[in-house]
């Protein structure tokens, strides 16, 4: 038990040591950074519109009608 204590207390050292390390060298997101999230929103909203888009021209036809 107290070997695995050990390592794992190693472990957990060494990945504070890695984390704070790139954490101390990035301070802000890059513009690829921004870019993929662009594409993810611009790709949820091209789906939204997709699926409901369909669904919701009789209702508008049927305003245009009533106008």
């Given at each position: 038990?107290?070997?695995?204590k050990?390592?794992?207390s ?6 504070r ?25 611009a ?6 519109v997709?699926?409901?888009?369909l ?7 049927q305003?245009a009608?009533?106008?």
């Open positions: 038990m107290k070997g695995l050990f390592q794992v190693t472990l957990s050292s060494r990945l040591k890695i984390l704070g390390a790139a954490g101390d060298s990035e301070t802000g997101a890059s513009a690829v950074e921004y870019s993929i999230l662009v594409v993810f929103i790709t949820a909203i091209v789906a939204i997709g699926v409901l888009g669904q919701l021209v009789p209702g508008f036809q305003v009608a009533g106008l």
